[in-house]
């Protein structure tokens, strides 16, 4: 672990904020915290952390509002929410709103390190290789995952974290239909209690990023998932 890796702390609780930033400074990690979502979004915005651990329900707004609120400013680092809400349905607007994870309270603090760890594990998986990784392709669509970067001919498309990881499992299998849990597993390494609306949701938000212009790549399949291909008549080999 990057012992130099700075978390934002959002939460109204005086004792749950000091609860998880000791445990955090104690982990290793340089914690600055912010008890409501405009301190939160000042804080988020004068410097580069590497994970936001944000509670829902915040005094002047939500934790829902304010990611999305600094995803628009153009700020994709990734939110752990922390949140009382148990609904399945509440997790999925967590997530789909731009969070990478989501505990429930009362929680255990060392479930929270655990979770942090995970999403840094998979920001930092592409650094981790030994040398660069070559660029994934298909029609004109491009993910370097050693710049971070994806292009659509030559138009870079700005990607949260989560829609760069879904993308690129596209990527590395045009052409086959993935199964809506196979996804689960990839992108987001578990089964949220076996709710796969949040796959829904996600390639909604990607195709809305990435098919500005046809021809249409992200296709559904019909009770099994999604796949990754160019329109039939365009993909079809052309004749004598």
Known sequence: MDRQTAVLVVEDDPSIRTLLTSALTAAGYAVESAADGQRAAAAAGSRRHGLIVLDVMLPDTDGF????????RGIYTPVLFLTARTEVEDRIIGLS???????????H???VLLRIRAILRRGNAPAAASGPLPPLRYADLALDRTAHEVR????????SPTEFRLLACFLARPEHVLDKRE???????????GDTRIVDTY????????ETEP??????????GYCLRLPRDENRPAGP
């Open 97 to 107: 709103s731009g969070g990478d994870d989501y505990v429930t309270k009362p929680f």
């Open 215 to 224: 021809p249409a790549l992200l296709h559904t399949v019909r009770g099994v």
């Open 152 to 159: 659509r001919k030559d138009r870079l498309l700005k990607l």
């Open 109 to 111: 603090v060392q479930e």
């Open 183 to 193: 996804i689960l597993r990839q992108v987001w390494n578990y089964d949220f209690s």
């Open 203 to 210: 390639v909604k938000n990607l195709r809305r990023k990435i």
């Open 65 to 72: 509002r304010l990611i999305r609120e600094l995803r628009t």
